[in-house]
């Protein structure tokens, strides 16, 4: 391993002695080296060997505002002299859920959790509570959470996934409640007429349909056009909900998330990472009627850090930096997002290598690919990933910090000149990988 990250080794070996596998995710594993970072400022971090990186991990989402953000500290400095958790109700909530309310259109009624696999798993219930069904829907490639109902089929390997009409329920941990399965539809995404038939074959069981509106956990796939709209339509007519995952999408899109940007509506959504500015938060978001079954149709859900002082906190410096003057802090995220994803696929064109760039600016992913248009799950996996990890470390060498998958996230803090940086140090790389 290089020299230039021999203390981030080393402190790894000494992690191993106590945590188990060293890291507090086995995600982050992942990384060509599981660095340890000492500090951060705006879109750039620093490790404990002093290399400094633009980050377009951005934690795996939630700092949004990159890192320190003023406005953050200073509220964040402000609420640790009060008390970090009531466990009871104080005006912050009520702040926040309002402020909420006002960005999302789906949002009658909401409600806090801590992470966004809490919130999947309180939606599902509600689902099936509301229609009194027990089927969820989801789709190959989607993640929704490590938990055990709904950690199926989110990367499938090519020889299990099983027909594209009738996919596999493919479990993807060890001691997982093995019929979790029995639960879940699986079906291929961006695919209305898959889902239509499977809905008359199998309507009456279904509860609803969870899926990211934008498949971020595979590339950041974009829904075909209609395809929302035809998820909508169907869940509609067969008395099932619509549940978007908007843990990704939410407040990156746009400040009220994808059902804002597409226009769709979803009966519920779940939101997380940005929606805290970085703070633990999560939030299940809806249709009153459905809600309210927490209160008076006895569905269970809790959670000691509910509603913390300090997760809302990030949450109302988040929200009002994000929603104000009609969302322009997201908007400069996207742009330099598009930015960079125009600059990334113009360099691999004249490198002569084959790449597809997807996403949507403030989140978006490269391919090592010769298809030039990926559609769902499947299609990823004709990915080279073997590629994908030489420019993952290439990158890391020229101080690019991105997620292991290949995935960018820019926040609202990064610059021109961060865009600029990068390119060319992506340019750089494509030379050497094409050599
Ligand atoms: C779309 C989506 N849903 C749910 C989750 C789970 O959220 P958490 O890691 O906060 O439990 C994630 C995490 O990456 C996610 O990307």
């Known amino acids: 391993m290089s020299e230039k990250w021999r203390t981030s080794v080393e402190l790894l070996e000494r992690a191993r002695r106590s945590l188990a596998g060293g890291v507090s995710s086995p995600f982050r594993a992942k990384a060509p080296v599981p660095l340890y970072f000492r500090h951060g400022c705006g879109s750039h971090l620093i490790d404990e ?11 795996w989402g939630p700092a949004i505002l990159g890192h320190c953000y003023p406005k953050l500290v200073d509220a964040l400095a402000e609420q640790a002299r009060r008390p970090v958790a009531y466990g009871a109700q104080h005006r912050l909530e009520i702040e926040v859920a309002e402020r909420f309310q006002a960005a999302v259109p789906c949002a ?16 599902w219930r509600l689902a099936r509570a509301f229609t009194g069904r027990n089927r969820i829907v989801k789709f190959e490639g989607h993640y929704h959470g490590w938990f055990d ?8 390997p090519a020889d299990r996934v099983g027909p594209l009409e009738a996919p596999n329920a493919v479990l993807e941990s060890r001691g997982q409640v093995p019929n979790s399965v029995d639960n879940v539809i699986v079906l291929p995404w961006n695919r209305s007429d898959l889902l239509e038939k499977t809905f008359k074959q199998r309507g009456e069981e279904i509860a609803a349909v969870i899926m990211e509106p934008v498949l971020c956990n595979s590339g950041c796939l974009m829904p075909a056009p209609g395809y929302l709209e035809a998820a909508r339509d169907i869940t509609r007519r067969y008395g099932a909900l619509l549940i978007f995952d908007e843990v990704i999408t939410g407040f990156r899109i746009a400040p009220g998330g994808a059902q804002a940007h597409f226009g769709v509506t979803p009966d519920l959504a779940t939101f997380g990472k940005a929606a805290g500015g970085g703070m633990p938060l999560s939030v299940i978001a809806g249709r009153q009627d459905i809600l309210d079954l927490l209160y008076t149709g006895g569905v269970a859900y809790g959670g000691s850090f509910n509603g913390n002082p300090v997760s809302l906190t990030g949450a109302k410096v988040a929200l009002e930096e994000l929603t104000r003057d009609g969302g322009a802090l997201l908007e400069h995220a996207n742009r330099i997002g598009r930015t960079l994803m125009s600059g ?4 691999a064109q004249e490198a002569g290598i084959d790449l597809a760039v ?12 010769k298809k030039a248009a990926l559609v769902d799950y499947r299609d990823t996996l004709e990915d080279d990933r073997a590629r994908l990890a030489t420019f993952i470390r290439l990158a890391l060498e020229e101080g690019l910090y991105l997620l292991p998958d290949g995935r960018f996230y820019v926040s609202v803090v990064h610059t021109e000149q961060d865009a600029d940086d990068t390119l060319q140090a992506i340019r750089r790389i494509f030379g050497r990988m094409a050599a």
């Open 149 to 156: 109902s709904v950690l199926i089929s989110y990367k499938p």
């Open 108 to 123: 009658e009624r909401l409600i806090f959790t801590s992470s966004g696999s809490e919130a999947v798993q309180c939606a």
């Open 358 to 369: 997807c996403g949507f600016g403030a989140a978006f992913a490269i391919h090592f690919t």
């Open 344 to 347: 990334i696929a113009t360099a």
């Open 49 to 59: 060997d002093g290399n400094e990186y633009i980050d377009y991990a951005l934690a």
